[in-house]
């Protein structure tokens, strides 16, 4: 069983950018497929974006492909998302997830293990 402890949110303007991390411990992290989904208030937990567990595939969800870069360092356990030109409407709580899934899910079923989240707002 993995463990998930997510950081680096916070308050930033428009335009502006955050790097969130993921730290995993508890298992071998380079085994699971990882992913990072959001939640906003009033609304259900979507995908952001996922890779495989070899660095070899993304996926990003339409709404931040161009602006978010999902990566991760197998040696220090450690899944980050770099967010730029970051709008209010990305304002939500992030959290990472992982996945014993062949394939890369991109929905929150296809997720095994989450973190508590960390809260990411975007003011205009």
């Known amino acids: 069983q993995v463990q998930l402890v997510e950081s680096g949110g916070g308050l930033v303007q428009a335009g502006g950018s955050l790097r969130l991390a993921c730290a995993a411990s508890?298992?071998?992290?380079?085994?699971?497929?990882m992913g990072w989904f959001r939640q906003a208030p009033g609304k259900e937990r979507e995908f952001v974006a996922a890779i495989s567990r070899n660095v070899g595939s993304t996926r990003y969800a339409d709404s931040v492909k161009g602006r978010f870069t999902i990566s991760r360092d197998n040696p220090k356990n450690t899944l980050y998302l770099q967010m730029n030109i970051l709008k209010p409407e990305d304002t939500a709580v992030y959290y990472c997830?992982?996945?014993?899934?062949?394939?890369?899910?991109?929905?929150?079923?296809?997720?095994?293990?989450w973190g508590q989240g960390t809260q990411v707002t975007v003011s205009s």
């Open positions: 508890g298992a071998t992290f380079s085994s699971y497929v």
């Open positions: 997830a992982a996945s014993r899934a062949i394939v890369v899910p991109t929905t929150p079923f296809g997720y095994d293990y």
